[in-house]
């Protein structure tokens, strides 16, 4: 092709017109309520929504009043009345309770009030040392730790809690409680004493063995 030659014109092409395209947005049917719901006041909506609340903030309450939990029901098929049970260092798959450290022995005695009180005897060794009194539902209701450098043997005297007075207890057998001992009302008949023990080491593990096999747990009054 010579350069120096005129390029020649294209032929104008032309375009029919054309109306724009229409885009159709197709919305999605919108479900129609029954009658019967199109009559209900907002008010009345609220007061029901409201309601179902009290009622399921009051069940979840209740349940654990309805009766003993279920790691009590357990202990109870375990332990013995009124004996002081020593429980080694909790270790996987081997746990008397849930959440027991794994640093620590446990005496744990499951009393019962059904005929007479509970006495129950347990030396608190050292810092760390504690006596709990727990409800089958997990209440505890009375506890006291251990003192630094101080040995302590306490003497607890468990009593129900309506006959702390000692009508509970037969005239020609009732007597005070010596100065060492406490009277403690149970707010039911059934219950836990536990007694936590820190193991601090493997060169403490006799004396710690040794002191709680000194914790009794034991029904009427200590002579």
Known sequence: MNPHLPTPALPESRWPNLPP????????????????????HWRTAIGAILLAGILHVTATLAVPLIGPGSAYQKLRELLP???????????????????LMPDAYYGVCRYSLANEPVTVTAPLADLGWTLSLHTPHGDNFYVIPGQQQRATDLTLVIVPAAEKSGDLIPAFTRRPP???EDQIASPSEEGLVIIRAPLKGLA????????????????????
């Open 81 to 99: 009345a009124n004996t002081m049970v020593v429980v080694p260092p909790a270790r996987p798959g081997k746990q008397l309770l849930p959440f």
């Open 204 to 223: 403490w593990k006799g004396e710690a063995e040794a002191a709680l096999a000194r914790a009794k747990c034991a029904p009427g009054l200590k002579p």
């Open 21 to 40: 395209p229409r885009l159709e947005v197709r919305r999605p049917a919108t479900a129609t309520p029954p009658g019967w719901i199109r009559k209900i």
């Open 178 to 180: 010596a100065a060492s």
